[in-house]
């Protein structure tokens, strides 16, 4: 009985994860509709004012901020919100495991960089409590339907490998570049949960991650050496 109930399991399972695909497709869709409107990247938008050390006091705010966010009674999430809960924690995951490898690399690198992924360390961390909080809350598993994507922002382990291999002056534009591509598909993602998200619980905790977001961009576009980029948000 116990073989056949796991086998009856497992279809619903393929089932589910194939429908969270097709929804993290339409949150990413809904989002970049939603940016294009606003004219998200447009090159006549003038430069974030604040300076490094403002921003990053901002995300840090923001990250403790997130806190709030975890729930003391259950939560009703819909397709929107599971599919950027699921999305969401890889992707932090996978910049978790980049700010650790960097640590393995010459400790003179580029000082202003390691000190903002100090604080996107401590942000993220509390992010993946938070969102798992939430999953709990509305009694939903976990699942890395994700595994092996190629999804935009995700650091995976390819990028990972390219970073052990590139030599030492290399690493710090590497990995600004590939955590630069994080945080900014993040506010992607953020915006497209607040649009359709259905839990004001998620809702909230995604215009906190966004916000901590736009300050982190800013402080790691405008760390000493940075190359010029767009402003996002």
Do not use: Y
């Amino acid at each position: 009985m116990d073989e056949q109930a796991t086998v009856e399991r497992r279809p619903a399972r393929r089932v589910r994860a194939g429908r969270m695909v097709g929804v993290v497709a339409t949150l990413v869709a809904t989002a970049l509709t939603v940016g294009l409107t606003q004219g998200w990247g447009r090159t006549d938008q003038a430069p974030v004012a604040a300076s490094a050390a403002a921003s990053s006091a901002a995300a840090s705010s923001a990250a403790a901020s997130s806190a709030a966010a975890v729930p003391t009674a259950p939560v009703v999430l819909n397709g929107t919100d599971d599919a950027f809960i699921q999305l969401l924690i890889p992707m932090n995951e996978g910049a978790l495991a980049l700010i650790d490898q960097l640590d393995t690399r010459p400790a003179d690198a580029d000082p202003s960089l390691r000190a903002l992924l100090g604080e996107l360390r401590k942000a993220h961390q509390a992010e993946l409590r938070d969102l798992r909080g939430l999953l709990a809350a509305g009694n939903v598993p976990e699942l890395n339907i994700h595994e092996g994507h190629q999804m935009p922002g995700m650091v995976t382990e390819a990028s990972l490998a390219e970073l052990r291999a590139a030599p030492d002056a290399e690493v710090p534009s590497r990995v600004a570049a590939l955590i630069r591509a994080h945080l900014a598909q993040t506010v992607v993602l953020c915006r497209g949960e607040q649009t359709a998200g259905g839990s004001p619980e998620l809702k909230a905790l995604a215009g906190r991650i966004q916000q901590a977001r736009t300050a982190e961009l800013s402080t790691l576009d405008n760390r000493p050496g940075a190359p010029t980029t767009a402003p996002v948000g």
